[in-house]
């Protein structure tokens, strides 16, 4: 695959079709600049700042581009919130939709089909093999990416967690637990 790649570069290179220097723009902007840091500062801003986190419910797009994260792949968003009676699983079941700029590239089984079936047939049971047990209670609610609208979860705050920093929170936000098939982290644990 890596051969193919550079084959295909060397030729686009010099058939003037690309320039170099912009695709290594594209590749860094991925491997450094874009991934699911971003999407967890987002979710702690919105556990700090009830403000924020209305702004956020209300029009996601806008409150998630004021803390600079725009681009490809996240151009219209909504912001799902998980609360004790209701837990919230992202999936595209047509392909692989998923918002770039707040949590980079997605990871491999959100693109499997065996994913993207299962989480609207069983979401129950798919959460449970990512380890996540809600109570019978709690309803689970799917959501179906499309190239049009993205959706980032935002998880519920971990108790125990009113003395920590907005940095501190966005460490225990983990990229799954915005997909939906984790939850945040607790305080402290190993
Ligand atoms: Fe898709």
Redesign the pocket.
Known sequence: MAARVRALETILTQKGLIEPAAVDAIVDTYETKVGPRNGAKVVARAWCDPGYSDWLKQDATAAIASLGYTGRQGEHMQAVFNTEDAHNLVV???????PWSVLGLPPVWYKAPAYRSRAVIDPRGVLEEFGVHLPAQTKIRVWD???ELRYLVVPMRPTGTEDLSEEELAALVTRDSMIGTGLALEPYQP
């Open positions: 595209c079941t047509l392909c692989s939709c998923y990416s499309t190239a």
